[in-house]
């Protein structure tokens, strides 16, 4: 039998509102966080989902939490769904990094999947991690709540596009994107799909049209 994963990114957090690094940092959503969690819970209401599973850190398991609501399922939490570790540059605006880590920072950036910043995890780390996590899934339609680093990683490994061309895989705060794994290579259906958020963003931010 075939599985459909949903990789779904939290809402909105203090951090992201303020432009900080958050990597495993424990942060909450903010209120237009929690309105982007709702007209989420609300996309995916009529669709079938059979099992949910989250990262451990608040804001993946308070929007896991809402979409396994209307159907409902409870909540298992997977360490592995966590996002990449970024130590010592948790809790700081790249501005504040640069400041103080110049040539680190400018490596990162241009290599992202070389460089790891101190106390931090690699990109290698992290992608062992979600493609064990991914080797599991049982069958049916399953949501992973879980965040934009992790799910840029496991898409890179799952299509073969390089770790360093991570940021053309972007996801938005609460979008959904979805891969379909039946049979040999796994088929990427949408990226980013955020239509259930229209009323939500700024008008020079269009959303993207997708059939999760």
Sequence with gaps: MATRLLLVRHGETTYNASGVVSGQADVPLTGPGDCQVAALARRLADRRIDHVVSSPLARAVATAEAIAAPHGLGVRLDDDLRELGMGAWEGRTP??????????????????DRVVPEGGESVAALADRAMRAAENLPPGTVVWSTHGGFIGVLLCRLLGVPQHRRSQLHTDNASVSEVYFDGKYPVLRALNATEHLADLLPDHHRPVYASP
Excluded: G, S
Excluded at 99 to 106: L, N
């Design 95 to 112: 501005r504040e990094i640069r400041a103080r880590e110049p040539a680190t920072f400018d490596a990162w950036r241009a290599r992202p």
